[in-house]
């Protein structure tokens, strides 16, 4: 997969994919990720990326111009599945999208800043656009991260056990069920007898079980979606 992250912050953006599961699916050769600084695609002497809004009104906007150039260089080099737009009032991303995007070969991913960006821009190059939840960040950076890291480990051989991608929380709509690890009794704090006991459908009964226990006691919304 490659994915194309268009930003006025690249610094902001780069250490995330230089640890962990990122850096690795990145030096496993199974994600590309580039960074364009959309400053670089102007054409004034102080770079100019944002503009006030027409009608008057708080708060600068994202000018189409650069973003048109950008985006329309990365797609005369290449086809793109999805040209996505991070913004408080996208699509809220859950575990469904982050499906469906990881299996994409290529997407862009343009960071939203200030107001956000000239609607134009949302009509005329955006195809999917994204939200991490209902708050306002400083702009789609963070939120674009959070976005590939949640598609990046979904990717088939970017985590070691690949099944472990899949028995993750939200994965069927289900949250995890508790986990132990040793030792088995700490402070008396025991661990459950099932999960020692090496019945492994006993095991994984016990774990349907507390699953759909702690989906219902934290999350019964997502029972119904199922
Ligand atoms: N930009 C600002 N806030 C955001 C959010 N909640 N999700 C995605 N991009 C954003």
Redo the contacts with the bound molecule.
């Keep these: 997969m490659r994915i194309d992250i268009i930003t006025v912050l690249p610094e902001l953006l780069k250490s995330p994919f230089e640890a962990s599961i990122m850096k690795r699916a990145i030096e496993k050769g199974i994600v590309e990720v580039y960074f364009h600084n959309l400053r670089d695609y102007t054409t004034d002497k102080r770079r100019t990326i944002d503009d006030y809004q027409f009608g008057g009104g708080a708060g600068m906007v994202m000018m189409i111009e650069p973003i048109d150039k950008c985006i329309s260089k990365l797609k005369l080099e290449r086809d793109y599945d999805d040209i996505i737009y991070?913004?408080?009032d996208?699509e809220t991303?859950n575990q469904k999208m982050a499906n469906t995007v990881s299996l994409q070969k290529n997407i862009i991913i343009l960071?939203?800043h200030y107001k956000g960006v000239d609607q134009r821009v949302r009509d005329h190059f955006i195809t999917r656009e994204?939200?991490?939840?209902?708050?306002?960040?400083?702009?789609?950076e963070?939120?674009?991260i959070v976005f590939c890291d949640a598609i990046i480990r979904l990717i088939p051989g970017v985590l070691s056990d690949e099944t472990s991608a899949l028995t993750d929380s939200f994965q069927d709509n289900l949250l995890s069920p508790p986990i132990y690890t040793r030792p088995a009794n700490y402070n008396g704090w025991e661990v459950p007898d099932v999960l020692l006991s090496g019945h492994f459908a006993n095991i994984e009964k016990w774990r349907e079980e507390k699953a759909y226990e702690h989906t219902l006691n934290r999350r019964p919304d997502l029972l119904d979606e199922s």
């Design positions: 991070m913004t408080p996208g991303l960071c939203g994204v939200s991490i939840g209902d708050y306002v960040l400083s702009g789609g963070i939120g674009a």
